[in-house]
């Protein structure tokens, strides 16, 4: 029961979705995967917003994914519930926090998943394990219904096997969705210091998908991973303090340990909120330049469950979420999708990143990809 915490009916002949254990379903507790919530929740008397384009199509929720605990952390291991099982490698991390739900479509027990992204949640999981996943343009889907974690971050996305399935995905949040008749053809290619077989992958893609590409740096875009760290720990200290102080029995040490931290961050929120117009400007900027942005979803591969403890647990979540993390603040949208690596049996993971609601154009480009790799 790892990969959910809830199973639920899947008969009849709509598509199968698993649904993050954040959202809630009509009839079903939403625990958020922690033993201090589940202790307390009641069955949801109605679903979340987002659901209901998935119920008028016919889709079967086949059971609430699980989950890294509060959806904190991108590592998606829970002490309470289990964790899901990488399918690339068990002895990898699934990634996180959206774990449960990526486990789910890569073991075909979903076609669609339903995740969030607050600071990589879906992009995370989806390169941990080999899927593929959307993170949508901050509020274009409904947070309603949402167990919040840095509402000014958080978003609602799917994550699926394939571009087709996340395409699926996204007309099951969004009825009416329909991707863009044209891939994007100038891609700015962000470079980073990530693992060089990781950066060979995503240029290898690139050119197999035969983009144009701008090359461009690293300090393009490092306000934005600058602004993310003091907003996400400002906000989910609000957010979680209490209840992890007020049920430190029922709530994961690495969770307690989050929280404890959050106060050497919290003091620049401020000043990074004062930032975020000039780094949107600037993120605007270099859309009137190249239509989407490509680089690494994670500068290294999973890492293994066995190299974490309470030391490396922080560091590695902040390493895995370096290139994923700074587009939260900005609000827009951004894929990820695995690419072959040479002689090398994990893949890596393209991110695609493009302006404000354009997830339209995000998906037919990364179907380019798709099948071009």
């Known amino acids: 029961m790892s990969t959910f915490i809830t199973k639920l009916d899947s008969s009849g002949d709509g598509p199968r979705v698993a649904v993050k254990d954040i959202v809630d379903v009509e009839g079903v507790p939403t625990t958020a995967g922690c033993k201090a919530v589940a202790s307390a929740a009641r069955p949801a008397e109605e679903d979340a917003p987002c659901l209901a384009g998935a119920r ?32 690339l490698d068990p002895a990898l991390v699934p990634g996180g926090s959206s774990s449960g739900s990526a486990v789910a479509v890569a073991a075909d027990e979903a076609d669609v998943a339903i995740g969030s992204d607050t600071g990589g949640s879906v992009r995370v999981p989806s390169a941990c394990c080999g899927t593929v996943g959307l993170k949508t343009t901050y509020g274009r889907v409904s947070l309603d219904g949402v167990w919040p974690l840095a509402p000014s971050l958080d978003t609602i ?104 931290i959050a106060d050497a961050f919290r003091a620049a929120a401020d000043e990074a909120r004062r930032g975020l117009d000039r780094w949107r400007q600037s993120l605007a900027a270099l859309f009137e330049r190249v239509q989407v942005l490509a680089l690494p979803t994670l500068p290294i591969f999973p890492p293994r469950l066995d190299s974490l403890n309470a030391d490396s647990l922080l560091p590695t979540a902040i390493e895995i ?36 609601d354009s997830e339209e154009l995000l998906v037919t480009t990364a179907a380019r990809v798709e099948r071009a790799v």
Request: charged residues 15%.
């Open 157 to 260: 996305g799917p994550m699926a096997t394939s571009v087709a399935s996340v395409t699926l995905g996204m007309q099951l949040l969004e009825p009416g969705f329909q991707p863009a008749s044209t891939a994007a053809t100038v891609v700015g290619r962000i470079r980073t210091a990530g693992h060089p077989d990781i950066e060979a992958a995503v240029d290898a893609a690139l050119k197999a998908a035969e983009f144009e590409v701008v090359e461009l740096g690293w300090e393009m875009v490092e306000y934005g991973e600058q602004a993310f760290a003091p907003i996400y720990f400002d906000e989910i200290w609000k957010t979680d303090r209490d209840l992890v102080e007020e049920h430190p029995d029922a709530v994961g040490e690495d969770i307690a340990q989050t929280i404890a």
């Open 321 to 356: 979420t370096k290139h994923v993390a700074l587009f939260n603040p900005a609000g827009v949208p951004a894929t990820a999708q695995p690419v072959p690596v040479a002689g090398n049996g994990l893949p890596a993971s393209l991110e695609l990143v493009g302006p404000l």
């Open 56 to 87: 008028a199509a016919g889709a079967r929720i086949v059971g609430k994914a699980n989950l890294h605990e509060l959806a904190m952390l991108p590592i998606g291991t829970n002490p309470w519930f289990g964790s899901p099982v990488n399918p």
